[in-house]
């Protein structure tokens, strides 16, 4: 692979990024980062977490993250995965997109979710992220519920394609 130095930047609240990102980063060798709210207030566990969850996207929420190393000069492959949200990527991305300024990169993004779709999850990201190089996108259908091992397989498939 001749994709310079990696990063891969995640969020995951039950645990089905988490598991994606630590893949690639197996795969790429790349360093993660995982963004975490200050206020953990959307719990993993129970049905809470979809009146919660959702509410914070449709108000346009943006909870303070937990403090990061925002300096992304030596990589130049940037990874982003996030789960989807009503449609969209999850506030604490919404944080992260508003207070990074990240350009010149290479971009490529993945999302876990439910129903079989992005949504507008990579259409909103791209537009935040004006000035990259977009290199791929992936959704994967919630992988500890609809089998781990295709996911990691379409995981291992997709950036042998987009890092090649
Ligand atoms: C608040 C909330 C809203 C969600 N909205 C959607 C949605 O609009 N579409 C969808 O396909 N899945 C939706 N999901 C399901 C998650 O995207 C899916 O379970 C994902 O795999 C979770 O990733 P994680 O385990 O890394 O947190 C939602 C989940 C939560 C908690």
């Given at each position: 692979?001749?994709?310079?130095?990696?990063?891969?930047?995640?969020?995951?609240?039950?645990?089905?990024?988490?598991?994606?990102?630590?893949?690639?980063?197996?795969?790429?060798?790349?360093?993660?980062?995982?963004?975490?709210?200050?206020?953990?207030?959307?719990?993993?566990?129970?049905?809470?977490?979809?009146?919660?969850?959702?509410?914070?996207?449709?108000?346009?929420?943006?909870?303070?993250?937990?403090?990061?190393?925002?300096?992304?000069?030596?990589?130049?492959?940037?990874?982003?995965?996030?789960?989807?949200?009503?449609?969209?990527?999850?506030?604490?991305?919404?944080?992260?997109?508003?207070?990074?300024?990240?350009?010149?990169?290479?971009?490529?993004?993945?999302?876990?979710?439910?129903?079989g779709s992005d949504?507008?999850?990579?259409?909103?990201?791209?537009?935040?992220?004006?000035?990259?190089?977009?290199?791929?996108?992936?959704a994967l259908q919630?992988?500890?519920?609809?089998?781990?091992?295709?996911?990691?397989?379409?995981?291992?498939?997709?950036?042998?394609?987009?890092?090649?």
């Amino acid at each position: 692979m001749n994709q310079g130095k990696v990063l891969i930047i995640y969020y995951s609240l039950t645990g089905n990024t988490k598991l994606m990102a630590e893949e690639i980063a197996k795969i790429t060798g790349g360093d993660v980062l995982q963004l975490k709210p200050k206020n953990s207030d959307v719990k993993p566990k129970g049905f809470m977490k979809f009146v919660w969850g959702g509410r914070q996207v449709k108000m346009g929420s943006m909870p303070e993250l937990m403090p990061y190393d925002d300096n992304f000069d030596q990589y130049e492959t940037i990874i982003l995965g996030t789960p989807v949200w009503a449609s969209r990527y999850v506030p604490v991305f919404h944080t992260f997109l508003s207070e990074q300024k990240i350009k010149n990169k290479k971009i490529a993004m993945f999302c876990c979710q439910a129903g079989g779709s992005d949504g507008k999850t990579f259409g909103k990201m791209k537009g935040m992220l004006e000035g990259n190089d977009f290199i791929g996108e992936i959704a994967l259908q919630d992988p500890q519920k609809k089998g781990l091992e295709t996911a990691y397989e379409r995981i291992r498939s997709w950036i042998g394609d987009i890092l090649a």
